[in-house]
C-alpha cells in the first residue's frame, strides 16, 4: 500500500513515480489517501484499488506568523486521526493481504501485523522556529516507528533538502533513495514565457492566486496558469495572453512546464525536486509561516539558483531578478526504486 498525506498535492505527486515502478515490477499496489491528494492519484491511475483514509483536516491560518500555533491547538485531533489510522490501516493489512507499506508522511499508516514498513520524508529537522527542536524529535519519534525511512534526495553533497534531511545525529533506519520526480527532461520549443505552478493547503492558495492574477492581468507575457485544483469552478480570465487550467495530468503538465521558460511556484521540496529534474529557471513564494519553504527559498538563493520574494512583495519587477539566476540544477543522482523496493523481497 502506498499511503500520501493530503497538505497540498506534493505528496501525492512524489508518490507517483514510485506507484508506476511499483507497476512495473508486477507488484499491485492499493493507494490511500484522502481529499485532493486521492483525487489527483485516482485520475493518473484509474484502473488501481484505493482505499480512503482518514482526513486531518490541514488549514493554514491567513497570517503565517499564528500557523504553528493553529497546529499546536489542533494537535489533539492531530493525534486522534493518527490512531485511527492504525486501526484502519491493520484492517487494510488483512483486507488486501497486503506485503508492505510505503508511508509518505502519514504517522499511523503502519502495522505491527508486517515488518515492511516504509516511511517517506525530506525533513529529519522539522523548521518551526522556536520550536523546532521539539518538531523535529516528534517527527523522528515517529519515523522510528517504521523498519525503514527513505529520504528522497542525495546523502552527500549536492543536495536539494539541506538541513532538513541531514541532521547532525540520524536515526538508524534511514535510507537516502535520490531526489524522486515524475517528470523527464525534453528538449522542447517555448511557448510560454512564464508558467504559474500553485499548490498547498487553503487558505495561502487561494490568497498567492488572487494576488498573482491581479499581477499578471496586465502583461504582456505569454503565461499558463495552473491553479492545482482538481475540482472547483472555471475562474474569469481578463487577459487573454492568460491561459489559466485547474490542474494538468503528469504527462500533460511535464510537456507544459519544459515548453515554458521559467516557473513561478512556492518552494515546496516536491517543486524543487521536480524543477531540479527538468533543471528550470524560477522564481519562489514561499507559503508565510511555513519556515520549510522559506528555508529551502533562501537556500535556493544563496546557492544562485533561484531569487525568491515573499508574498505580499510581489510585483512583476521582481520577475527581472531571475536573469541573474542559473536556474536549478539536476544533481545527476536518480532514484534507483528496483533497490528499494527489494527490501519487501528481503526475508
Not at 484509474?46 to 490541514?58: A, G, H
Not at 487494510?92 to 517517506?120: A, C, E, M, Q
Not at 499558463?224 to 504527462?251: C, E, H, M, P, Q
Request: proline residues 5%; glycine residues 6%.
Amino acid at each position: 500500500m502506498v499511503a500520501a498525506l493530503n497538505w497540498g498535492l506534493g505528496h501525492a505527486t512524489r508518490c507517483i513515480p514510485l506507484i508506476k515502478e511499483l507497476k512495473a515490477q508486477e507488484y499491485e499496489p492499493v493507494i490511500a489517501s484522502d481529499g485532493p491528494a486521492l483525487e489527483l492519484l485516482k485520475k493518473e491511475f484509474p484502473d488501481s484499488i484505493f482505499e480512503t483514509l482518514p482526513s486531518y483536516n490541514i488549514a493554514y491560518t491567513r497570517k503565517g506568523s499564528l500557523l504553528k500555533w493553529k497546529l499546536l491547538l489542533d494537535s489533539p485531533r492531530i493525534l486522534r486521526t493518527i490512531q485511527a489510522e492504525k486501526q484502519l490501516t491493520s484492517q487494510l493489512v488483512t483486507k488486501h493481504n497486503l506485503k508492505g507499506i510505503i508511508s509518505d508522511n502519514r504517522w499511523g499508516v503502519r502495522s505491527h501485523l508486517l515488518d515492511k514498513n516504509v516511511f517517506i520524508t525530506h525533513q529529519l529537522n522539522v523548521l518551526s522556529g522556536s520550536t523546532t527542536k521539539i518538531s523535529s524529535q516528534i517527527q523522528q519519534y515517529y519515523l522510528r516507528k517504521f523498519d525503514e525511512c527513505w529520504i528522497p534526495d542525495n546523502e552527500g553533497e549536492p543536495n536539494l533538502s539541506g538541513i532538513l534531511g541531514h541532521p547532525h545525529k540520524k536515526p538508524e533506519n534511514i535510507k537516502y533513495i535520490g531526489p524522486l520526480s515524475r517528470f523527464d527532461k525534453k528538449e522542447l520549443p517555448v511557448i510560454y514565457d512564464c508558467m504559474v505552478l500553485l499548490s498547498g493547503p487553503e487558505p495561502q492558495r487561494s490568497i498567492l492566486e488572487t494576488i498573482l492574477l491581479k499581477v499578471l492581468s496586465k502583461t504582456a507575457m505569454k503565461v499558463l496558469f495552473i491553479r492545482g485544483v482538481i475540482k472547483g469552478n472555471a475562474i474569469r480570465n481578463t487577459n487573454d495572453r492568460v491561459t489559466i487550467r485547474n490542474y494538468l495530468t503528469a504527462s500533460s503538465l511535464e510537456t507544459a512546464i519544459n515548453s515554458s521558460r521559467f516557473i513561478i511556484s512556492r518552494s515546496g521540496y516536491t517543486t524543487l525536486m521536480d524543477l531540479s529534474k527538468l533543471e528550470k529557471k524560477a522564481f519562489f513564494i514561499p507559503t508565510p509561516g511555513q519556515k520549510e519553504q522559506e528555508y529551502l527559498a533562501k537556500r535556493m538563493k544563496k546557492a544562485g539558483m533561484a531569487p525568491f520574494c515573499e508574498q505580499g512583495n510581489f510585483t512583476l519587477n521582481q520577475l527581472k531578478k531571475i536573469d541573474n539566476y542559473s536556474g536549478l540544477s539536476n544533481f545527476g543522482n536518480d532514484p534507483s526504486l528496483r533497490d528499494c523496493f527489494a527490501f519487501f523481497k528481503s526475508k
